[in-house]
């Protein structure tokens, strides 16, 4: 598994099927990219100039939003994750 580091967080991104007014279902070249995941993992958090460390927000487990083209894609066996700073994180989807 993946280890991030500082304030970065891994996401195990959400695909939609996304379909016509129709009901055509769109190819993965037609469609927009998700920006809807999960965390799998979260590091320790940012250390300020004072020494001090700061807690990450997310927790693992949280279902998010992060701004659309952030992080990096990395591959781990079947699975792709993505690797992004805390700060691309917009919000925690609370159902």
């Known amino acids: 598994m993946l280890k991030p580091l ?29 920006n809807e995941g999960t965390v799998v993992e979260v590091g320790a958090g940012r250390t300020l100039e004072n020494g001090t460390r700061v807690v990450p927000e997310v927790n693992k487990g949280d279902k998010v939003v992060f701004q ?20 691309d994180i917009l919000a925690i989807i609370e159902e």
């Not at 891994?10 to 996304?18: A, D, G, R, S, V």
């Not at 659309?68 to 700060?87: C, F, S």
């Open 6 to 34: 500082g304030s970065r967080v891994i996401i195990q991104k959400t695909e939609q099927e996304q379909t016509t007014k129709s009901g055509i279902v769109l190819t993965d070249s037609a469609k927009e990219k998700s």
């Open 68 to 87: 659309q083209y952030a992080g990096t894609e990395v591959k781990r066996g079947d699975e792709t994750y993505l690797i992004v700073n805390e700060d």
